[in-house]
């Protein structure tokens, strides 16, 4: 039987390029097409798809909370994740949110893309060659402990909208201290010194979207 593959990115030309590739093997099936967060959930929610493979840029949202509503809604699918970040703390998060794979968009996908699905079908790992070696170097830096979980993300939004310490500590119901401790924590995984820093390089990576 056919892997059943959906297909997400926000510009036309990668989902035409992928399906391209994909479509001359008939190992492989797509099932469906999305172009925003918002699309993708609608059509996993109707076709059951083996693989879901998505760019990190999708509106609205940022990349690993994508892969958690992802996971969540459709838990046996493999998440293979494409991007043009080379950020190795960042494939560690994808990994630890549930991503079996990362694909850097600089890398040759026409050389790269059969051999990752076969990969994450196994159930196994796979990066990019990029994205492994930023990987590996990242994991041997100091801020290789440095997760951007669910409670850091959701502080760095607040600090992001211009929401201070007792604002942030009100609304999330939690110690201003924490917030602190938080705050401090996102800009070692930023490497950032001063709040505007921090935001300007969590925007950069996809982490800072408009409020619903």
């Not at 797509?30 to 509106?59: H, Q």
């Not at 794979?101 to 790269?112: A, F, M, P």
């Not at 009100?170 to 800009?187: A, G, N, P, T």
């Amino acid at each position: 039987m056919a892997i059943r593959i959906i297909l997400a990115d926000d510009a036309d030309m990668m989902i035409l390029g992928m399906r391209t590739i994909l479509e001359s093997d008939h190992r492989y099936t797509i099932v469906g097409t999305a172009r925003s967060i918002g699309e993708l959930l609608c059509v996993v929610k109707n076709e059951s798809a083996d693989l879901i493979i998505f760019n990190e840029w999708l509106y609205n949202t940022d990349v690993l909370s994508t892969v958690e509503k992802l996971h969540e809604t459709v838990p046996l699918a493999r998440l293979l994740v494409m991007g043009a970040l080379a950020d190795g703390l960042l494939v560690r998060d994808l990994f630890h949110v549930g991503a079996r794979g990362y694909l850097y968009k600089g890398d040759d996908l026409c050389e790269i893309l059969i051999t990752a699905i076969e990969t994450v079908m196994l159930d196994r790992l796979y990066l990019s060659p990029t994205a492994n070696a930023e990987y590996l170097i990242a994991m041997q830096s100091p801020n290789a402990h440095e997760q951007l979980d669910t409670e850091s993300r959701e502080v760095l939004q607040l600090l992001a909208h211009g929401e201070h310490a007792g604002e942030i500590s009100e609304r999330m119901s939690i110690d201003k201290r924490r917030v602190y401790w938080v705050r401090e924590k996102l800009r070692r995984r930023f490497g950032a010194k001063t709040n505007e820093h921090l935001i300007q390089r969590a925007a950069a990576e996809g982490f800072i979207y408009p409020r619903d």
